[in-house]
Structure formats: structure tokens, C-alpha cells
T-cell receptor, first 114, second 112 residues
């Protein structure tokens, strides 16, 4: 149990569908992150939120839309995705973006785009 | 641009055969270096943080060390349950945000 829970664990969707990924952390952290992990590539940072405010958008296409209603919950809304968006999407949290503390990860959502 | 290079990409060891994984980095203003373990179908699990050259951290059969240019993860007498992908990440100053850059990992397989 990492303290970061992601749902669903697996998602298969068509290119025209709309779906959402959910992340919840029980660690009392203030910062939350979305990463994309593809085979043979390093983790790719997508978005950073600190105290519910977005502080980083790493040039992510608009078909990915994050939402952070509070410091414990993070969503990633998906629409009109492309086959190359198939990957493992990881959520992480840390105490604060300014602290030299490690990020703690959930087990990810394995996304497959048909 | 910050860079993290891990080697080897894959490593196969016999049970009990000690070895080391390497993480070389190029970064401006290192704030910390992290090691993670990732099992198939799981997210990365935090192992260690190293903050300055000369620092060492240990956990069971794992020992992490740090120099000004690289970090090593030494695995002593590994067991099959140590099989996983080991990720290295560096945290550096990037404006007001402590940016974290990950390597692609070393996939370790320990054979009984």
C-alpha cells in the first residue's frame, strides 16, 4: 500500500470516447503529479499541481485535461485520444514542490487506445 | 538540459552474485537523487534519497552511493525477489519548481 490509489487499473477506449482517470492520495501531501510511462522511455512529466493550483503543464496536448479539486484528489480527463497515447499513466504525490522529498507513486492506469 | 543515463539497460544475475547498477547524471543545481524499484504492473516504489557526494544509504541487500557525477546501487547476494526494474531520478532547481528527471531504468533479473 503506497498511499496513492489510482482507478481504474486498466482502461480500453476508442479514439472518440471520453473517460477519466482518478487518483487519490492518503499521505497528507500538497503536490500531485501526472506522468506517462511508455516502453523504453523515461517517465514523462505531464502536469504538476501544488495546493490545488496547476504549476506545470509540460506541453501536453489539449486532449488531456487535468482537474485537481483538492490536495487529495487528481483527475485526468481524456477525449479524442490517439493510438500513441496508449501507455501507463502514473499519479504521484509529494509533500510540496519546493521540498527535496521523494514522490510517491500509485500503481497506474494501463490505457489502451483502439 | 538535465540528463540521467542508467546502465546497463538489463542485467541478469545468479542468486548470490553481487553487482552494481549505475546512474550517471548531468544537472544544474542537484537537490537530490532518488532510487526507485518498479515491479511489473506496479508503480515505482521509493527506495532511497541521496543529497550530497559521499553519502550512502542501505536497505537490506541494497546500498546506494553518490558522487558528483554518478550514483551506484550495489546489490549484495541478490535473491530472486530482487528482480525488478530500478529507476534513478534527479531533482534540480528549475525556477520555483524542483524538477525531477528520470532515467529509463535497469531491468534486473535474478535467477535461482
Amino acid at each position: 500500500e503506497t498511499g496513492v490509489t489510482q482507478t481504474p487499473r486498466h482502461l480500453v477506449m476508442g479514439m472518440t470516447n471520453k473517460k477519466s482517470l482518478k487518483c487519490e492520495q492518503h499521505l497528507g501531501h500538497n503536490a500531485m503529479y501526472w506522468y506517462k510511462q511508455s516502453a523504453k522511455k523515461p517517465l514523462e512529466l505531464m502536469f504538476v499541481y501544488n495546493f490545488k493550483e496547476q504549476t506545470e503543464n509540460n506541453s501536453v496536448p489539449s486532449r488531456f485535461s487535468p482537474e485537481c479539486p483538492n490536495s487529495s484528489h487528481l483527475f485526468l480527463h481524456l477525449h479524442t485520444l490517439q493510438p500513441e497515447d496508449s501507455a501507463l499513466y502514473l499519479c504521484a504525490s509529494s509533500q510540496d514542490i519546493g521540498e527535496d522529498q521523494p514522490q510517491h507513486f500509485g500503481d497506474g492506469t494501463r490505457l489502451s487506445i483502439l | 538540459e538535465d540528463q540521467v543515463t542508467q546502465s546497463p539497460e538489463a542485467l541478469r544475475l545468479q542468486e548470490g552474485e553481487s553487482s552494481s547498477l549505475n546512474c550517471s547524471y548531468t544537472v544544474s543545481g542537484l537537490r537530490g537523487l532518488f532510487w526507485y524499484r518498479q515491479d511489473p504492473g506496479k508503480g515505482p516504489e521509493f527506495l532511497f534519497t541521496l543529497y550530497s557526494a559521499g553519502e550512502e544509504k542501505e536497505k537490506e541487500r541494497l546500498k546506494a552511493t553518490l558522487t558528483k557525477k554518478e550514483s551506484f546501487l550495489h546489490i549484495t547476494a541478490p535473491k530472486p525477489e530482487d528482480s525488478a526494474t530500478y529507476l534513478c531520478a534527479v531533482q534540480a532547481n528549475s525556477g520555483g519548481y524542483q524538477k525531477v528527471t528520470f532515467g529509463i531504468g535497469t531491468k534486473l533479473q535474478v535467477i535461482p
